[in-house]
Nanobody, 121 residues
């Protein structure tokens, strides 16, 4: 089954940075909008950031605006999430997803397995 594959998660101290990557194989998703979501233990999954298929439009949740940046490289079929100034409350499993529809509305049809980000205080 074709699905995105996330990488780049790990353990980092507060104030540190990580860059998540989301690659796909077997299907390019080149004309799909892409999004990043996260889910902390005991909480619902929440939107983090999204990007149009051209990369010309990006959207970020208020909680990460100014700290996280979504980008994509269609030649590499990869989407990135640069995370700076990380906070303990950013700790969560981060999921990459793809949608042929509106990047902020979805629905997102293809999901990765997730990568864990843990921020220590």
């Amino acid at each position: 089954q074709v699905q995105p594959v996330e990488s780049g998660g790990g353990l980092v101290q507060a104030g540190g940075s990580l860059r998540l990557s989301c690659a796909t194989s077997g299907r390019t998703f080149r004309r799909y909008a892409r999004g990043w979501f996260r889910q902390a233990p005991g909480k619902e999954r929440e939107f983090v950031a999204a990007i149009s298929w051209t990369g010309g439009s990006t959207y970020h949740a208020d909680s990460v605006k100014g700290r996280f940046t979504i980008s994509r490289d269609n030649a590499k079929n990869t989407v990135y999430l640069q995370m700076n100034s990380l906070k303990p409350e950013d700790t969560a499993a981060y999921y990459c997803a793809a949608t042929p529809s509106n990047p902020t509305g979805g629905p997102y049809d293809y999901w990765g397995q997730g990568t864990q980000v843990t921020v220590s205080s």
